[in-house]
């Protein structure tokens, strides 16, 4: 071979030149890989506050499963769908779904759920490896809030007020627990306290929250902010309080004297169930009211279906009514079936009319 040729030298110089073109060009290519391990997701409110959770992603066979993490909560979600660089992930409960687009170990979208009359969105964007939460470098703190604290949320307007009990449980810097109300719970919180500096979210497919506040020497808590999805906004303050507690939940709702408990409504066949059906003459008949957009419903559900599988044949009847936002008979069974399908539970009634306002620890 003449490699001192002119026409090789020419031609060898193309060649190169066109490999260190393909090989730039492979290099600058963005990767849609949907990488395993932990990721930090965020959701961004109106008034621009980050709402953070964190999600693990695992990869079996190309068949993408997602765990949202909230304390000790792991919500398993495996609605995962790929179209090229575009990701489509259904939560498995509330009606609602984030979308966008997947490059280089990062997401770009949005938050989107399905209310009865609109759709909701919220900015979304997550990164891959990120196993932190609220801050990633946290300044160690002298203060430790573990503990219940008598806390007071007030509405932006002033006009509300609504008592409540947080339960915090603090490791080093890492704190979980929640905001307990008379009409339920925030459930599964995490966050830190970094230097005097409370921060807690939570992220489950319905709910956005995120709570801060200032942690001060004289075991209280001030500048408190509590962020609820899109918009809603609260100040809260709280004090250290190991013997504060709620009114009993039974003094709130109650049959009145000399009335008798009974229903009819339909189920999700369409056919109409009342409690004077032969089915449930001489059984227990345990009574739930709920809805499939209440995230407090769904503990008590999972729960239920347990006690279901375990007392059915020896006379145990659960019916639970579902209070939904939505007149739309198929729209509700929809979002009922999801229920139903997630824990296992037996056929559901229905109500005709939705619930006018969900109460204030489900609010979204």
Same mark, same amino acid.
């Given at each position: 071979?003449?490699?001192?040729? &002119? ?10 030149? =066109?490999?260190? %073109? @393909? ?6 290519? &963005? ?17 621009? #506050? ?15 499963? %997602? ?8 919500? *398993? ?59 990633? *470098? ?53 966050? #830190? ?55 009993? =939940? ?34 227990? #008949? ?7 957009? @209440?995230?407090? @419903? ?26 939904? *936002? ?37 609010? @979204?």
């Amino acid at each position: 071979m003449n490699t001192s040729n &002119p026409f090789f030298k020419t031609t060898f110089k193309f060649f190169v030149l =066109a490999l260190a %073109i @393909c090989c730039l060009i492979a290099c600058d290519k &963005p990767d849609a890989k949907f990488e395993s391990g932990m990721w930090r997701g965020a959701l961004i409110t109106e008034s621009g #506050v980050e709402v953070p959770f964190n999600f693990e992603v695992k990869d079996s066979a190309q068949r993408y499963i %997602i765990y949202l993490i909230n304390g000790e909560d792991r919500l *398993r979600v495996d609605s995962i769908r790929r179209v090229n660089d575009s990701i489509f992930i259904k939560l498995p409960l509330y009606d609602s779904e984030i979308s966008g687009v997947l490059l280089d170990n990062k997401i770009d979208g949005v938050w989107t759920k399905h209310l009865a009359d609109k759709d909701v969105e919220m900015t979304f964007y997550a990164k891959a490896n990120a196993n932190w939460r609220i801050s990633e *470098r946290v300044i160690e703190s002298p203060y430790n809030v573990s503990g219940r604290w008598a806390t007071t949320f007030v509405s932006e307007d002033g006009k509300d007020t609504t008592q409540a009990i947080g339960e915090f449980f603090q490791n080093k810097s890492k704190v979980t627990g929640t905001f307990l109300t008379s009409t339920g719970d925030y459930r599964f919180l995490e966050g #830190v306290v970094d230097a005097d500096k409370l921060s807690l979210s939570s992220f489950d497919g319905s709910g956005a929250y995120l709570f801060t506040a200032k942690v001060n020497a004289d075991s209280t808590l001030t500048e408190g902010r509590f962020y609820a999805g899109f918009s809603h906004i609260e100040t809260f303050t709280a004090k250290r309080d190991s013997a504060i507690s709620l009114p009993d =939940a039974y003094s709130l709702t109650k049959l009145e004297d000399g009335k008798k408990l009974d229903f009819t409504f339909k189920d999700l066949s369409g056919e109409t169930v009342s409690l004077s059906d032969a089915r449930f003459k001489n059984k227990v #008949v345990l009574l739930q009211l709920f809805g499939s957009w @209440c995230p407090n @419903c769904m503990d008590e559900t999972a729960y239920l279906a347990q006690l279901d599988k375990k007392y059915r044949k020896q006379g145990l009847e659960i019916v639970a009514l579902a209070y939904e *936002r939505t007149t739309d008979f198929a729209k509700a069974k929809k979002n009922i079936g999801a229920v139903k399908k997630r824990f296992g539970a037996e056929p559901f009634c229905l109500p005709v009319t939705p619930m006018p306002k969900p109460p204030k620890a489900c609010r @979204c």
